[in-house]
C-alpha cells in the first residue's frame, strides 16, 4: 500500500460527513465465507451463477436447496472479521452513514452494524412461493425443499436471484444516500453485477470521493479516486484507527 496515498484517502475520510460502503462477498472471505466467483465457492462442481436462479429452482428446487443448506451450514460456524467491525465503527463515527451490502450472510449486523440494507436479502430468512409468508429460520430443514406452514407450497431462500429486481424500498434507500454522500468506500466485490456495479459510477457522478479495497484490480479500479490492492481487514482497520 503506498503510504502517501492511502493518508490521502485517510484525510479523505476523517473529513468526510456522508459515508456510505458497498460490500461484497470478498468483505466476508476473510471469516471463512466462500466467494461466488473464487474456486472456493464451487459446491459439487456447480457454477453458483447457474444455481442462483429462479429457473434453477424451478428446474431443480432440492438441489438448489442442497447448495443452500451447504452454505447455511459453513456460514452457521463464520465470525465477523476485522473488515465488518471496521465498518460498524464507521458507522458509530459518522452521524449520515449506510452500509449497503450484497452479502446475505447477516455478518454486518453481528458485528454491530445497524444502518445497513442487504440489496441482496438475507440467507437466514425464508419466503412462500405462493402466499409471499416470510420469517426467519436459522435451523436446518429436514426435509427439502421445506413447506410452507400455511399453504404448503415450497418455500425459497428470501435472497434476490439472477433476473430478480433488488426489493424496492432497499434500491430506494441506496440511491438516496450513493446521491448524497461525499464519500463511497467499495470493498470486497468483483463489480460485475449490476446494479451494484454501477454504485461507484453514481456516487461519482455526484461529486463524491470513491474509494475501493480489493485483492485484484477490477473494472471500477481505473475509476475510483483512492484503490487499495490488499485485504479488506487490514486496509479498513488501518482507515478508522488513529486520527
Ligand atoms: C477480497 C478479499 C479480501 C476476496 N479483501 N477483497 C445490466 C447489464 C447487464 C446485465 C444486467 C444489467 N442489469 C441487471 C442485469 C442482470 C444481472 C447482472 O448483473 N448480470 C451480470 C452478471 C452481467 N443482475 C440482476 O439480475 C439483478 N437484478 C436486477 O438488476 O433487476 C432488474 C433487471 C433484471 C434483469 C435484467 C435487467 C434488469 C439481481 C442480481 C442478484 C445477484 N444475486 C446473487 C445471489 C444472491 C443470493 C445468494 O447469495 O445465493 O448475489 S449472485 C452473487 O453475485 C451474489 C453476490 O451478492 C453478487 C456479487 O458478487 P460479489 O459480492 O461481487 O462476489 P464475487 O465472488 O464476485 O467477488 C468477490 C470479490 O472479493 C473479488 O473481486 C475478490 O477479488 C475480492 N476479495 N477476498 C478484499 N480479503
Ligand atoms: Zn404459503
Redesign the pocket.
Known amino acids: 500500500m503506498d503510504p502517501l496515498e492511502f493518508s490521502r484517502a485517510k484525510k479523505a475520510y476523517n473529513q468526510s460527513q456522508k459515508v456510505c460502503v458497498l460490500t ?4 466476508s ?2 471469516s471463512g465465507v466462500p ?4 474456486t472456493d ?1 464451487l459446491w459439487k462442481n456447480y457454477n ?2 447457474e444455481l ?1 436462479t429462479l429457473e434453477a429452482f424451478r428446474r431443480d428446487p432440492v438441489l438448489v436447496w442442497e447448495w ?1 443448506q451447504w ?1 447455511r451450514q459453513l456460514i452457521r460456524k463464520c465470525a465477523p472479521n476485522p ?1 465488518h467491525f471496521a465498518i460498524s465503527q464507521m458507522e458509530k463515527e459518522k452521524e449520515h452513514f449506510l452500509l449497503i451490502t ?3 450472510d447477516g455478518l454486518h449486523k453481528k458485528a454491530g452494524s445497524s444502518k445497513v440494507v442487504e440489496i ?2 438475507n ?1 437466514w430468512e425464508v419466503k412462500c412461493m405462493s402466499c409471499g409468508a416470510n420469517f426467519m429460520e436459522e435451523g436446518d430443514f429436514e426435509k427439502l425443499p421445506p413447506e410452507c406452514g400455511k399453504c404448503s407450497s415450497f418455500l425459497r ?1 428470501n ?8 426489493p424496492r424500498e432497499a434500491l430506494e434507500t441506496s440511491i438516496e444516500a450513493l446521491s448524497s454522500c461525499d464519500l463511497l468506500i467499495v ?11 454501477s454504485f461507484a459510477q453514481m456516487a461519482a457522478k455526484n461529486k463524491a470521493v470513491v474509494m475501493e ?4 484490480k ?1 473494472p471500477n479500479a481505473e475509476l475510483v479516486d483512492h484503490f487499495f490492492l ?4 487490514e486496509i479498513l482497520s488501518a482507515l478508522v484507527s488513529e486520527k
Not at 461484497?24 to 468483505?27: E, L
Open positions: 461484497g462477498a470478498g468483505v472471505a476473510e466467494t461466488f466467483r473464487g465457492g453458483p451463477m442462483a443452500y452454505r473488515s450484497q452479502n446475505v441482496h436479502g440467507i431462500p435472497v434476490v436471484w439472477f433476473g430478480e429486481s433488488i470493498a470486497g466485490t468483483s463489480g460485475y453485477v449490476q446494479p451494484a456495479a479495497v480489493n485483492i485484484e477490477t490488499g485485504k479488506s481487514g
